[in-house]
């Protein structure tokens, strides 16, 4: 996998002009446009453009390009709703990673979704279809909150979240759609968001093991904190808890009760009179402790 993610950032350094600019406002556009089709067609001509094998395999190669502007949405506005997000997003993702990066991004979620598609189709069962690119669009969600995990969006336009809990629904949403589609035996829109998370894997592999590996080692530091203070806490002193603000002990106050303050860097303890009335601790305080 790091071998694959180095190869794509060599031909992106080698090909600086590589990539279609704006690549997102001409797939809203696109988009859009095969949205009206539907509306004059009565949804006949959706019929002729959505991604299935069956029908490539007997010359509606057009299949293989059309399916991509399908619109996930059926109501006017929450299609337009989705284009923005979509828009906003996948140019942010380009102005970050520069054109050449992006246009692959997004064209190996296109043809991973292809390949997903006609796995699907050889599969017991055989009857494979994806209409758009629902599930590489919401992976695109996901590459931005890696990169800015911190950032606020206003949800429903009024409720400030920051990005990385929606993420995590984000997921949660992949894995309800494949479990959904497997029920409905429609094994190309199940391998759909898999293949699209596949793709996110691929291009985010150095950070995802990175991320990994700090927090295994903020869990050991963690924990080798937690083993200090108890071995602490067991040596002969007189008490057993000690208020870190006012001094207090049980020992002194063995009716009061004295509790450890999940906010604060480290395992600090505080009397009732201070768990919710202290400054908390931060990793700084706790080093220098």
Not at 146 to 157: E, G, N, R, S
Not at 211 to 231: E, G, I, L, Y
Request: proline share 4%.
């Amino acid at each position: 996998m790091d071998k694959l993610h180095d190869s794509i950032n060599r031909f992106c350094a080698k090909h600086p002009y590589w990539g279609i600019p704006n690549l997102m406002r001409y797939v809203v556009i696109a988009t859009v446009i095969f949205y009206a089709l539907g509306l004059v067609t009565g949804g006949v001509a959706t019929q002729y453009l959505y991604l299935s094998p069956y029908h490539i395999l007997h010359g509606e190669v057009w299949r293989l390009v059309t399916f991509i502007f399908l619109p996930s949405a059926s109501g006017p506005i929450s299609l337009l709703l989705f284009l923005y997000f979509y828009y906003w997003i996948g140019t942010a993702l380009e102005n970050y990673w520069g054109t050449p990066k992006f246009t692959l991004y997004y064209i190996s979620g296109v043809v991973l979704t292809i390949i997903g598609a006609f796995a699907a189709y050889f599969l017991p069962g055989g009857y494979s279809f994806v209409f758009g690119l629902h599930y590489v669009n919401m992976a695109m969600f996901l590459a931005y909150a890696a990169l800015a995990p911190d950032a606020i969006v206003y949800f429903l336009f009024f409720l400030p979240v920051k990005i990385k809990w929606l993420a995590w629904a984000d997921l949660a949403y992949f894995a309800y759609e494949v479990l959904v589609q497997i029920g409905q035996r429609n094994w190309g829109s199940a391998l759909a968001p898999v293949v699209a998370l596949l793709n996110f894997v691929v291009f985010f592999w150095p950070y995802l093991c990175r991320k990994v590996r700090v927090d295994r080692a903020s869990h050991s530091r963690q924990a080798t904190r937690f083993r200090q203070t108890v071995k602490a806490s067991q040596q002969p002193r007189g008490y057993n808890h000690k208020c870190a603000v006012c001094g207090k002990t049980d020992a002194d106050y063995p009716n009061m009760s004295f509790r450890y303050c999940s906010r604060c860097a480290g395992y600090h303890c505080f009397c009732e009179d201070h768990i919710f009335n202290h400054v908390h601790f931060t990793e700084e305080d706790d080093r220098r402790s």
